[in-house]
């Protein structure tokens, strides 16, 4: 036992503790895109997450964000569309102020009050997320975010893409 522990303290694994710390509160500002086939016009979009820091590398993150945009074949302006999601970020070089990493998840998208082919007003669809991204770190709280995803629909077979800005604060004493 004490052997494993002196492992432990000379490998750099004891640095990072579990506490507070490993929480992460985000809110993000972005742009979606949409496939054709949704027949949605691109707009900004806005969210929030909560994720938690398991290691230096990995943050696992619930995800929210919306958009109000209109449907390009009919101009119905008064659509909402919704993303739930449970995301992983993968962080290359957790030690460095600029880290480059890979996002994965899958999640749920609701279009709210657009009128479909078989009359309906509101859908919902699975997607797979996943893309690529920086981080730099702003201080030992503070994270900003840039990243570029494709959120492959499980219906339509289809992407629509995003770009993301999040802006990530860390509770705790911190420790990015």
């Not at 290691?55 to 995800?63: A, I």
């Not at 996943?130 to 990243?147: A, E, H, K, M, P």
């Amino acid at each position: 036992m004490l052997v494993g522990g002196l492992l432990l303290s000379t490998t750099g694994y004891a640095e990072e503790q579990v506490s507070t710390n490993i929480v992460e509160l985000s809110i993000k500002s972005g742009y979606t895109d949409f496939t054709a086939d949704r027949n949605l016009k691109g707009s900004p979009h806005g969210g929030a997450g909560l994720g938690l820091h398991m290691t230096p590398n990995w943050l696992f993150m619930l995800g929210y964000s919306s958009t109000h945009t209109e449907d390009t074949k009919t101009q119905q302006d008064d659509i909402w569309v919704r993303y739930y999601s449970l995301e992983s970020l993968y962080f290359f070089v957790p030690d460095k102020p600029i880290r480059p990493y890979l996002t994965f998840g899958f999640g749920e998208m609701e279009i709210r009050g657009q009128t479909t082919a078989d009359g309906g007003a509101d859908s919902a669809d699975y997607l797979w997320r996943y893309g690529v991204g920086l981080q730099y770190t702003i201080n030992r709280q503070w994270g900003l975010r840039g990243d570029y995803q494709a959120l492959r629909s499980h219906d339509l077979n289809s992407n629509n893409y995003s770009s993301n800005l999040t802006l990530a604060y860390r509770f705790g004493g911190g420790g990015y």
